[in-house]
C-alpha cells in the first residue's frame, strides 16, 4: 500500500488558510495535509519531517514565496514546489518559474489540485528511489546544442526577432523543447489543456515572454563541450533530433494523422532528456554505468539500473511528468527500449512504436562512436504488429 502524500500549505492569511482546509477537507485519506503561516514556519515543518508537496503562496511579508521555494529546492530537492497565487503579473510569474515546478492561480479548484497529486503519485511509481526524485527535483533547465543555444540566444537579443524563427529553433533542440512545453503545460503563463507542440509553445508565449526568458531568467543553459564529460551531450542531442525525425517519417509511413506524426517528432526529441540529467547530475555514477555497459556487453539501461537504481527512461519520464506534458509523450519516454510494458494498445501508428524503432535504427547507424551498449530492438513487439525487420521499416519511412 502506497503512504499518504504530505502536503505542506503555505500563506500568511489565516482565512486563505481556512478556506484550502475546509475545501481540501475531502482529501483527508489520501493527502496528509499541514498549513503553515509563513516561510519560516514552513522550513522549520520540513526540517522536523520532509514532505513531498508544498504549496506556496507567492506575496508573502518576510520570506515572499520564490524566497522560500529556492530555499526548498535547495534543502529538499525532493519535495515538488508548487506556486499558488492570485498575482498573475507577468514579472511575478516569471520570478517564480526557476524555483517551482507548477503554477496554480488562485482561486484553485480542488480538482486541478486533485488532478496534479495524481499525476505526481503516478510519477512517483515510475521513478521510486527517493534520491533520484531529489536530483531530478533540482533540475531547472537543460543543456542545448551551443549552435543552436547562440543562434536563439542572439535572435531573441536582436530588433528583428520573429516568433517562427525562433520556434524553429527550439524545435530542433531537446533542452529549449522541453523548456518551453514545460513552462505553458504547468499554467506559468496561463495556459490550461495539455500541448506537445513546441512550435504552439513558442507561439503561445510569444515574443516579449520568450525575451524575459531567455535574456533575464535564464531559463536555457547552452552545455560546455570543453568541460569534462562521462557523455557527449552534444551526440546524445544530435540522436534525439535524428530520432525525432526518423520517428515522424515512421510514424507517417504507419498510417499516424498530423497530429501523431507530431507527437512521435516530440516524443523522439525527449526520449533520452534522462541521460542530460544524469550526465549533468551524477556524473561520477553515470559514468561507471556507462564503463560497466561497455566491459560487460550490457544494454546501457540495464547498467544504469544497476548502478543507480533506474535507468534514464525512468529519470527522464519524471522530469517531463513533472513538467507537464502530456502523457502520450511520457509513455514513448518511460518504454521507448521495452514498448511491451506499455499498457496502452498496441498499434502501428503510434508515438511508442516509431520511436522504439526510430531509436534502435539510429544507434545501429552510430554504433561506431559509442562507449556502451544500446539497447536492441524488441523482435517480439514487431513481430506482434508484423513489422518483423526495423531496418526495413525505417528504410522504407525514409523514401
Ligand atoms: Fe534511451
Ligand atoms: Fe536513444
Known amino acids: 500500500m502506497t503512504e499518504n502524500l504530505r502536503m505542506l500549505f503555505v500563506d500568511d492569511e489565516v482565512k486563505v488558510l481556512d478556506g484550502l482546509r475546509r475545501m481540501l477537507r475531502p482529501m483527508r485519506d489520501q493527502w496528509e495535509m499541514v498549513f503553515a503561516e509563513g516561510g519560516e514556519e514552513a522550513l522549520k515543518l520540513m526540517e522536523a519531517r520532509p514532505f513531498d508537496v508544498i504549496v506556496s503562496d507567492m506575496r508573502m511579508p518576510g520570506m515572499n514565496g520564490v524566497e522560500l521555494l529556492t530555499e526548498v529546492k535547495r534543502r529538499h530537492p525532493q519535495t515538488v514546489r508548487i506556486v499558488l497565487s492570485g498575482q498573475a503579473s507577468r514579472e511575478t510569474v516569471l520570478k517564480a518559474v526557476g524555483p517551482s515546478h507548477l503554477y496554480l492561480p488562485k482561486p484553485c479548484a480542488p480538482n486541478d489540485l486533485k488532478a496534479a497529486m495524481d499525476r505526481l503519485c503516478v510519477l512517483r511509481t515510475v521513478l521510486e528511489a527517493p534520491r533520484l526524485r531529489g536530483v531530478v527535483g533540482e533540475v531547472e533547465c537543460l543543456p542545448s546544442l551551443p549552435t543552436l543555444y547562440e543562434s536563439f540566444m542572439a535572435k531573441v537579443a536582436g530588433n528583428d526577432a520573429r516568433v517562427d524563427d525562433l520556434g524553429a529553433i527550439v524545435a530542433g533542440d531537446v533542452g529549449m523543447s522541453a523548456k518551453v512545453l514545460h513552462l505553458v503545460n504547468t ?28 535574456l533575464t531568467v535564464h531559463v536555457f543553459d547552452r552545455f560546455d563541450p570543453s568541460g569534462p564529460m562521462c557523455l557527449d551531450v552534444g551526440q546524445v542531442c544530435e540522436h534525439s533530433l535524428q530520432v525525432a525525425i526518423r520517428a515522424r517519417r515512421i510514424a507517417v509511413s504507419m498510417g499516424a494523422d498530423a497530429e501523431g506524426a507530431e507527437q512521435a517528432f516530440i516524443a523522439g526529441l525527449l526520449h533520452d532528456v534522462g541521460k542530460l540529467v544524469l550526465v549533468a547530475k551524477l ?41 507537464g506534458l502530456p502523457g502520450a509523450i511520457l509513455e514513448v519516454l518511460a518504454f521507448h527500449h521495452c514498448p511491451r510494458k506499455s499498457q496502452e494498445p498496441i498499434s502501428r501508428a503510434s508515438a511508442l512504436t516509431a520511436v522504439h524503432i526510430a531509436n534502435a535504427n539510429a544507434n545501429a547507424a552510430q554504433s561506431a562512436a559509442r562507449p556502451y551498449v544500446a539497447t536492441p530492438v524488441d523482435k517480439e513487439y514487431l513481430r506482434v504488429l508484423d513489422l518483423e525487420n526495423a531496418e526495413q521499416v525505417a528504410c522504407a519511412a525514409a523514401v
Open 283 to 323: 556524473p561520477e555514477e553515470y559514468g561507471q554505468a556507462i564503463t560497466l555497459s561497455g566491459s560487460q556487453g550490457l544494454p546501457l539501461e540495464q547498467a544504469e539500473r544497476k548502478i543507480l537504481g533506474a535507468s534514464h527512461a525512468e529519470v527522464g519520464t519524471y522530469l517531463i511528468g513533472l513538467w
Open 187 to 214: 499554467a506559468f503563463f496561463g495556459r490550461s489543456g495539455r500541448t506537445a507542440d513546441p512550435m504552439k509553445a513558442v507561439e503561445f508565449l510569444g515574443l516579449e515572454t520568450l525575451k524575459a526568458l531567455a
